[in-house]
């Protein structure tokens, strides 16, 4: 009895195995066909809200699921023509019994390589926030997986996704995101942040909103945590903004900024250090962007009380740098040496002859390079008072080839 119930399963195994080869096999050619093609084009679009293109080959394969492999595929806007993305690798998960009918459902879609134009997505939205009598069409997808997606703005201007997943996204609703982004360097891949969340969008007026549930910045290697908070993007304004709260270094700490797309990039940023016995840290900078550097002027710092002002640049080229010029009328480096990692500060070396240099403080253990200029009328330590010192971290700061690119 036994025998016959595993002589009878196993036939009925087979029998749907090959039903659903033959299934398999007749999608295949009749998807090779202009009718399948242009049904295959009309669901991506309609689930992308682009108007989607199949250029190269593609074939649809059985394992590990139904889905169709293909390596070239355009998007671009259904109103203007204008192309948005080229994709070089794509996979489309299918639902199995559509095909039985010769239809077909896109359960997830996933992007492996392409570029995307990130000024075509952004006009287009802005567009439609600015009230041209019809609201923007939102995508509606159920999964999409995307990995190595350039965000292009020009040549030499791009951020690479570098890992991305969207669960049941639609107008409105709040989707899982999963997000981590980086900026190719010459030397390979430097990723600049992680984040997971919720995504939701709004078509009119358009507006994104991001629920962040945890946010870590990575620079040469290291992870520094953020925290969690909200960041928003309204078309209308051309701004985004970002409140987040997080612990960064023991330091309990809030992040408020504010960037304005509308022509430069322009950033205004307030962060708050604040440690278990409330000594504060915090900066207020406006920076804007210039030829893959930003220009940072002015930086007002209030370090436990202790005023800075000054300008400087952050260069992404290559090897993050971060340059500054700073001024204080007075400055006590105990203060300071209870806030700041220990690297950070000179060991007290040279302050007689008004000159501290990083050969005084040792090696800089610290996610980016630094070169650091700070003038002070009177400096304070151990005891001692010193007038009209130079402390110096790194190179001197020159942020003079940044400004004249700028200004080009």
């Known amino acids: 009895m036994m025998k016959a119930f595993r002589r009878y399963l196993i036939v009925g195994l087979l029998v749907l195995l090959v039903l659903l080869l033959i299934v398999v096999l007749s999608a295949s050619s009749w998807l090779e066909t202009t009718t399948g093609r242009n049904l295959l084009e009309r669901e991506l679009s309609r689930a992308l809200s682009m108007e989607a293109a199949l250029q190269g080959d593609y074939s649809l394969q059985l394992f590990p699921a139904i889905q169709i492999v293909g390596n070239e595929l355009l998007l671009s806007d259904a109103k203007t023509g204008h192309m948005l993305a080229k994709i070089y690798a794509y996979e489309l998960q299918l639902a199995l019994k559509p095909l039985f009918r010769k239809q077909i459902d896109i359960l997830k879609i996933a992007i492996n390589d392409g570029s995307l134009n990130l000024d075509g997505l952004t006009e287009m939205a802005a567009a439609s926030a600015a009230g041209t009598g019809e609201s923007l069409q939102l995508p509606n997808i159920r999964k999409l997986e995307i990995s190595g997606l350039m965000l292009q703005k020009s040549a030499d201007d791009f951020l690479l996704i570098s890992q991305m997943s969207l669960t049941d996204f639609a107008e409105s609703k709040k989707s899982q995101l999963a997000l981590a982004l980086a900026l190719p360097m010459a030397d390979g891949e430097s990723k600049l942040f992680d984040l997971d969340g919720y995504l939701q969008v709004f078509a009119s007026p358009f507006q994104v909103l991001v629920d962040v549930q945890a946010l870590s910045v990575n620079v040469a290697g290291q992870s520094w945590p953020v925290g969690e908070g909200t960041l928003s993007w309204l078309a209308t304004k ?154 110096l971290v790194g190179d001197e700061p020159d942020c003079t080839l940044a400004l004249s690119e700028s200004s080009n």
């Open 238 to 391: 051309d701004e985004f903004t970002g409140d987040l709260r997080g612990l960064l270094a023991g330091y309990s700490s809030a992040y408020q900024f504010s960037v304005h797309t509308a022509e430069a990039l322009w950033l205004e940023l307030n962060v708050e250090l604040r440690s278990a016995d409330n000594g504060v840290i915090s900066v207020r900078l406006d920076a804007r962007d210039s030829h893959a550097r930003w220009l940072l002027e002015p930086i007002e710092l209030n370090l436990d009380g202790q005023e800075l002002l000054g300008s400087g640049c952050l260069s992404l080229a290559g090897e993050p740098l971060l340059q500054l010029q700073l001024q204080a009328i007075q400055l006590d480096l105990d203060v300071l040496q209870e806030m700041v990692p220990a690297g950070l500060l000179p060991n007290g070396k040279g302050i007689e002859a008004g000159e501290i240099s990083r050969e005084s403080s040792g090696e800089l253990d610290l996610p980016i390079e630094l070169a650091i200029a700070l003038s002070a009328e009177q400096l304070r330590m151990s005891g001692a008072i010193a007038q009209n010192v130079h402390l």
